[in-house]
């Protein structure tokens, strides 16, 4: 895999990305997703606001390309794992909105029955296995599961995603060690979005091409233009290959960024409006909706019901949202525990 050694910033093409055409399906299919999930999210910026959401939000708008360019290269039966910036990935996957925002608004209908909220989306219908709200901790946890499937002999794998500020956590070199020893079919993707909360890559380590941190553990690793999603899609398959194939892990930079702040309480003063505006000009939803017109494959009137569709599938997940109950009190007690699993625990 890819070793360049040059300085770079999220965003960045990465020397790896081939460009080829892919099917007409596909391009659609990643417009509608990277859409559903901007629009969603900028609705749940807007609800926050109103303090319909409440506690902790983080917003995926402008990594949308990380989630669907992934979707698209992967099987219905792989696993995913996630940090707390977790809307987009099961949207992507294909959970229903109506439940993720029913969890943003902690109701009972909500992917975690209310319990979670924003940080802790779980859905086992698409095999999403959660958003975790301590850094780093779903590190180890998506090795686990990958070492689950190949315990149990299937082709299967886990994505596990995280933040740039998780891989200063011990867990990550930890994590990384084991699976390349065990060559566990795990694939580890580092959304650089370039800032931990509010303090850059290059104030926290003097390694900032995040990819090469692998290659301490002979690690297949390379950079990622996450703006692009067919770069996405074509790194993630190639990871995929090898790791169906018996030999292993990589790891993945995806090179991204977030338009938004951290989370809903930031003020965002670390980074400057022209610097925001300069990622912006390489949105990588409106770059697929420009090769999907550049190529034919649909009309400005295709995309547009497109359009008409997923504010209609947002709008309905808001009234649903607003509609449903919340928890009980006794569904506090619930959950906590699996009898089937644990016999001994008495009902």
């Known amino acids: 895999m890819a070793s360049v050694k040059e300085k770079s910033k999220p965003g ?21 997703s990277m859409l559903l999930q901007r629009k969603f999210e900028e609705k749940a ?3 926050y606001g109103q303090q319909k959401i409440r506690g902790f939000c983080h917003l995926y708008i402008g990594q949308e390309a990380c989630s669907s360019g992934s979707v698209s290269a992967l099987t219905k039966d ?11 990935i099961p949207l992507a996957l294909g959970s229903d909105p109506k439940a993720v925002m029913a969890e943003l608004f902690a109701k009972q209908t ?4 209310g319990k979670g ?13 959660g958003g975790h709200g301590i850094v780093g901790a779903q590190i180890p ?10 315990y149990n002999k299937t082709k299967n794998l886990c994505m596990c995603f995280m933040g740039d500020g998780a891989v200063r956590q011990g867990a990550f070199h930890e994590t990384l060690n084991m699976a390349m020893t065990w060559k566990l079919p795990v694939i580890f993707v580092i959304e650089n979005n370039g800032y931990a909360m509010g303090t850059s890559v290059s104030r926290t380590s003097n390694v900032t091409d995040l990819y090469t941190l692998g290659e301490a553990y002979d690690m297949p690793s390379e950079p990622v233009d996450a703006m692009d999603v067919e770069a996405v899609h074509e790194a993630v398959s190639r990871a995929a290959e090898r790791a169906r194939n018996g030999e292993g892990p990589t790891l993945l930079e995806f090179r991204t960024y977030r338009y938004r702040g951290h989370s809903m309480s930031d ?41 008409q569709k997923i504010k209609a599938i947002v709008e309905e997940s808001v009234k649903f949202a607003e509609e449903s109950p919340y928890p009980s ?12 699993d644990y016999p001994f625990i008495s009902e």
């Open 12 to 32: 960045d093409a990465s020397p790896a990305a081939a460009k080829t055409k892919h099917p007409k399906e596909r391009y659609l299919y990643w417009y509608e």
């Open 45 to 47: 910026g807007q609800l």
């Open 78 to 88: 792989d696993k995913w794992i996630t940090a707390y910036r977790d809307h987009g």
């Open 110 to 113: 909500g992917s975690s029955k």
């Open 117 to 129: 909220g924003s940080m802790h989306i779980f859905d086992k219908s698409v095999n999403f296995m």
């Open 141 to 150: 946890l998506g090795a686990g599961v990958a070492f689950a499937e190949k």
């Open 267 to 307: 003020p965002q003063k670390y980074r400057t409006k022209e610097e925001l505006e300069q990622y912006k000009q390489r949105d990588p939803v409106e770059n697929v909706r420009a090769r999907i017109l550049d190529q034919k494959l649909a009309t400005e009137e295709d995309l547009a019901a497109i359009d």
């Open 329 to 340: 009190p006794d569904e506090a007690f619930k959950d906590v525990y699996m009898q089937k």
